[in-house]
C-alpha cells in the first residue's frame, strides 16, 4: 500500500476489491464511477496501478477496449490463473495441477514460470456447456 492515496485512487481501489478476478474494461469502471472520477482521473489511475501489478491487462477478443483484472494480492499471488476468451472470466487453478505444469515445464524446458503473470488462456466449463 503506497502511504499517500489520492482519493480517487481509494475509490477505484475500492471499486476494484469487490471485484476480483473479473474482467472489467476501463470504460465501465469509468462509468460506475462517473459521479466521482473524471473519466480523465479513472483513465490515469488504471494505467499507474497497472504499472504496479495491481491490474492485469487482459486479452479481449475482437475488442479495442482495455479490460483488467484486479489482481488481489493476498488471493493471487501463488495461483496460476486461467482465463476464459468467451465469457471472460478468471479462475484460480487448482495449486496440485498448477504445480505439475510448473514442475514439468522446469524439468523439459529449464524455464521457471512466473506464477504471477501468467494466464492460461481457454473456454470453462460454464461456456463449454452452452
Ligand atoms: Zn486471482
Ligand atoms: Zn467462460
Known amino acids: 500500500m503506497p502511504k499517500y492515496m489520492t482519493k480517487q485512487r481509494k475509490l477505484l481501489t475500492e471499486y476494484l476489491s469487490k471485484r476480483t ?3 472489467i474494461s476501463a470504460n465501465q469502471i469509468a462509468e460506475a464511477l462517473a459521479d466521482k472520477i473524471s473519466k480523465s482521473a479513472v483513465y ?3 494505467a ?22 484486479y489482481v488481489d494480492e493476498e488471493k493471487c499471488h501463488d495461483c496460476l490463473h486461467l482465463s476464459c476468451k468467451n465469457c471472460g472470466k478468471t479462475y484460480h487453478m487448482e495449486n496440485a495441477a498448477a504445480e505439475k505444469i510448473i514442475n514439468s515445464v522446469m524439468k523439459n524446458e529449464d524455464f521457471d514460470i512466473d506464477k504471477e503473470r501468467t494466464v492460461l488462456y481457454g473456454i470453462c466449463k460454464d461456456c463449454k456447456k452452452q
Open 44 to 46: 490515469r489511475n488504471l
Open 48 to 69: 499507474d496501478m497497472e504499472a504496479e501489478g495491481k491490474l492485469r491487462r487482459v486479452a479481449s477478443k475482437g475488442s479495442r477496449e482495455i479490460i483488467y483484472q
Open 21 to 23: 478476478d473479473e474482467s
